[in-house]
């Protein structure tokens, strides 16, 4: 067994391999205070036939690593939580374009966590535990990298930061990176500069670090000699025979703007040069001896075929790549900073709570909200305690969006990912549960797409909530950026289309409002970033953001003036009121068994929850329903308000005076001197059981009893008709 300790934000970590899953060709435990998260890495033997790097990551969660049962019929963990999917993503897309160049063998790495401290996540050790398992085993990954969550509390730093303080955090990023350069960054933040980003950035480079050198001792000691990759080299002939044939087609196929006709063009270009260049192979002479002999050309053939299509996405990458950086000019011909036209409309669908249409050149998503009561929050189950969402946002991509046909089935890890980064994009500005308790759940609908549909999502999102009468704190809106660089250029690009994005050498989205950055995501695919690059790109991305908000309002003006939230919520939506009420009066409301509150709500239509504190929130479907309910929950709880008067009702009659009940529920005591001006010989000589008596309030002391003066009220000059 071999171990490493190092520490992070002043908390030790360590790593060992050779103790636990040694069949695997690498395997790492990381511990951390109480938590403990294994992870293995295999893979299988080599495959003819395989043109893609076939990884696949799963980070997993059980639930007795927190000493706890899974809840539901089986009691054990099912299929992968949002949490699990969204780790197992940052893992592969940090390590996946690191692995060495015409590596094709189908390979697997399993975080699993083993043990939960409570108070600190366990994600940022099982990307550790990923990266040392990959780099222990023989398959060839260069060097490790590291990754550290970073959270800004009170204006500082910190590294790996625990649940609470994440919390209370103004931002919080998930840093991965090498040793010379960031690889992935994810995260939200409230509002922030992209000054405070970039100082965030370089904190956590600074932190990774450590994780790495801890990495490098411990591969150095126990590493496996790795397997050697042999790259297809495409002969230079043949690569120069379609040069010749393809290059002035595809570089004139590339000035088609349209996404599905510059498609088209280039699968015709495509197919027409394999095909001929193909009929010429076939054409050469042959000889088949045996079986062995036939399968082999049939082998070349495919290899051959390959080869060509290679060639010309070859083509395809370095003309539109040249383009971009020798004349500034893109695929559509817009500038490096261009945004494409965008168009928004929003209350497009007369029974949706909310709803918006948002359109950026081949990008378009249809976003509609619907807001409910604190019935409808998700309950999530994950290590930590059980907790509700009132906020949650899903993201759908269907096929038709990119003009294909495939099967549905439930929503993909791109889509939940994709998902996850518009809701981070949109939470941070949603009012807080005081002053809108409602539950909202925003379903975004892409319907095309060219490059950048999340992005179009957070824009989209901000206009149906505006349009559903959500009062967000500010509008935000989200853009994709991209980079081309070569032999010394660099290129940013803003608002990259689907080619820009595949070709290109950074995917790099952000979004915010006006006032600062909400959302943030960053996949590198190239071996190094200054970071220079890195804050020219964070300032033209402010840019862009600022002229997509501007489009958007000015495209909603005249139904949204002021680019604010309607007055009103939708017509459809439920209305919500929210009082209080004295906790001990909570059970009157409720009644025995639950009568009194079902009741009310089967009378009126309407829903009442009641928190502990004494919170009353009512949602009706209309405003009669709701006043309607909150009338007869205010009459079950209202409290005596001295100097108020009452028209009573006496209930029981005494010596020394009668007991009145000013409203359901609720007695005073009227004692015979209150009852006249002069001396009253008998209560009954002024009021009997049953009359009805106006009353003034003159006192409710601590224990709560009520004083009640009929003589005050005939000073006021209001009397009862009896």
């Known amino acids: ?39 293995t890495v295999n893979s299988a033997k080599p495959r003819e036939g395989i043109d893609f790097f076939p990884l696949t990551v799963d980070y997993i969660e059980k639930v007795y690593a927190a000493g706890r049962i899974p809840g539901g019929f089986f009691k054990r963990e099912g299929r ?249 000019r893109r695929i559509d011909g817009r500038g490096l900073k261009d945004i494409r036209p965008i168009t928004c409309e929003v209350g497009v669908f007369p029974r949706v709570h909310g709803n918006s249409l948002f359109t950026r050149g081949e990008t378009q998503a249809i976003a509609s909200v619907t807001l409910g009561s604190s019935r409808d929050e998700q309950m999530i189950e994950g290590l930590k305690d059980t907790f509700y969402r009132s906020f949650y946002l899903h993201y759908n991509f269907p096929p038709f969006s990119v003009g294909e046909v495939k099967p549905l089935r439930g929503p993909n890890r791109r889509e ?132 997509i908000l501007s489009r958007m309002e000015e495209e909603t003006k005249d139904v949204l003036p002021g680019f604010v939230a309607r007055e009103e919520v939708n017509d459809n939506a439920p209305r919500v009121s929210v009082f209080w009420i004295k906790p001990d009066r909570i059970r009157d409301v409720i009644g025995p068994g639950g009568k009194v509150i079902r009741s009310i709500q089967e009378v009126t239509g309407a829903k009442i929850d009641i928190e502990d504190s004494g919170r009353v929130i009512i949602f009706g479907n209309d405003r009669d329903s709701l006043e309607r309910c909150e009338a007869m929950v205010k009459e079950i709880t209202q409290e005596a308000e001295v100097g108020k008067l009452y028209l009573g009702k006496v209930k029981k009659v005494t010596d020394f005076g009668a007991f009145v009940e000013i409203f359901p529920g609720t007695d005073g005591l009227l004692h015979i001197s209150e009852l006249a001006d002069g001396r009253v010989a008998k209560v009954e000589d002024i009021c009997v059981e049953g009359d009805e008596v106006m009353v003034k309030c003159l006192d409710v002391d601590p224990s709560g009893k009520i004083r009640l003066s009929r003589r005050a009220a005939l000073e006021e000059g209001v009397e009862a008709s009896q």
């Open 1 to 39: 067994m071999d171990k490493v300790e190092f520490n992070v934000g002043g908390k030790s970590i360590s790593i060992e391999t050779g103790r636990i899953a040694k069949q695997s060709s690498g395997s790492a435990l990381v511990t951390s205070g109480e938590s403990a998260v294994l992870v």
């Open 80 to 328: 992968l939580t949002e949490k699990e999917i969204l780790t197992s993503r940052f893992i592969d897309r940090s390590l996946r374009p690191l692995f060495a160049d015409g590596y094709r063998d189908e390979t697997q790495v399993t975080a699993t966590v083993l043990s939960a401290d409570p108070n600190y996540d366990t994600d940022m050790l099982g990307f550790i535990g990923a990266s040392a398992a990959v780099s222990l085993a023989d398959v060839p990954f260069p060097n490790p990298i590291g990754a550290v969550r970073v959270s800004r509390v009170d204006g500082q730093l910190i590294a790996n930061p625990s649940f609470e303080e994440v919390d209370n955090a103004d931002l919080t990023i998930i840093v991965a990176g090498k040793h010379d350069a960031i690889v992935m960054v994810e995260g939200g933040a409230l509002q922030v500069s992209e000054a405070d980003v970039l100082s965030a950035l370089r904190f956590g480079h600074e932190q990774i670090q450590t994780i790495i050198k801890a990495q490098q001792d411990l591969v150095g000691r126990a590493g496996k000699p790795t397997r050697e990759v042999t790259v297809s080299v495409i002969d230079a002939d043949l690569r120069a025979k379609v040069e010749a044939i393809a290059s002035d087609q595809t570089k004139g196929a590339l000035q088609i703007q349209d996404k599905i006709q510059r498609y088209k063009k280039l699968g015709e270009i495509k197919k027409s040069v394999v095909n001929d260049l193909v009929s010429s192979k076939r054409a050469e002479p042959q000889s088949f001896g045996s079986l062995e002999a036939v399968e082999d050309a049939q082998a070349k053939l495919r290899q051959f075929t390959g080869d060509v299509k290679q060639v010309i996405e070859d083509i395809k990458a370095g003309q539109m790549r040249g383009q971009i950086l020798n004349e500034g």
């Open 416 to 547: 939940t990912g994709h998902g996850a980064l518009a809701e981070r994009a949109v939470k941070s500005v949603l009012p807080e549960t005081e002053e809108s308790p409602y539950t909202i759940r925003i379903v975004s609908e892409v319907t095309e797409s060219n490059g950048s549909s999340s992005m179009a999502t957070v824009c989209g999102s901000t206009l149906a909530l505006m349009d559903a009468g959500v009062k967000i704190k500010a509008p935000v809106a989200g853009i994709a950026m991209g980079l081309i660089t070569e032999n010394g250029k660099n290129a940013i690009l803003s608002d990259i289309l689907g080619d820009e994005d595949h070709l290109g050498d950074m995917d790099f989205k952000v979004a915010g409002s006006r006032e600062g950055i909400t959302a943030i995501q960053m996949d590198i695919k190239i071996d190094g970033l200054e970071w220079a690059v890195v804050e020219a790109a964070l300032e033209q991305a402010r840019e862009g953001r600022l002229h």
